[in-house]
């Protein structure tokens, strides 16, 4: 299983690796990238089975990111991970097909739920 964390903070990215079940860190791939544009390259190259997706960053943008990445496969499935749980920020992320918005920092228990419910579909 690869997984893909996207932030502009070292520290929240870090946060989301420590979340992530120590069995699919060893026997998978957690990559991570500090803006959206990076986070976009890693991606076509990669093909993450889950991305954990910051909203606020130089370069390239959460929105614009998600927005990329849902062009480029259209079952992507990502999370987006931010301080701003605003209704419209919600609603826009909804609308470019992101799977759902966490509040920052990241609840654990979300996290490991959400990566194990993708696992089971390996
Ligand atoms: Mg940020």
Redesign the pocket.
Known sequence: MKILVV???KM?RKILVKNIPEAVKEHGEVLQASNGQEGLDLYKEHKPDLMFL????PIMDGFECLEKIMEFDNNANVYVVTADIQQAAQDKVKELGGKDVLQKPADPEKIKNIVLEYLKNE
């Open positions: 932030d502009d903070a929240a910051d909203l606020t960053m």
